[in-house]
Nanobody
């Protein structure tokens, strides 16, 4: 069983930055791809970014150039650095390990002036 615990959400102004963290339990973190999803009220959950076990990253078009996903395997942590935030980035952000379909509890990000 894997537990994913997110942190780092909160309130940011438009143009501001936040860094989300997701710590995974278990010893197999380094061999798995990891991802960040988000879900805004009334909308479907959408993939934001994914990182392979080797560190190769891919992003949804709306965050390219603003968000960066990276990982620290010894710390079993995946991060999402979010810069140049926009109000439309407001959502609950979820950490996800596809193998085993594990999800974190989510962390709220609100971008507002």
């Amino acid at each position: 069983q894997v537990q994913l615990v997110e942190s780092g959400g909160g309130l940011a102004q438009p143009g501001g930055s936040l860094r989300l963290s997701c710590v995974a339990s278990g010893s197999s973190f380094s061999v798995h791809n990891m991802a960040w999803y988000r879900q805004a009220p009334g909308k479907q959950r959408e993939l934001v970014a994914v990182i392979s076990k080797e560190g190769y990253a891919q992003y949804t078009d709306s965050v390219v150039g603003r968000f960066t996903i990276f990982r620290d395997n010894p710390q079993r942590t995946v991060y999402l650095q979010m810069n140049s935030l926009k109000p439309e980035d407001s959502a609950v952000y979820y950490c996800h390990q596809p193998v085993g379909a594990y999800w974190g509890q989510g962390t709220q990000v609100t971008v507002s002036s």
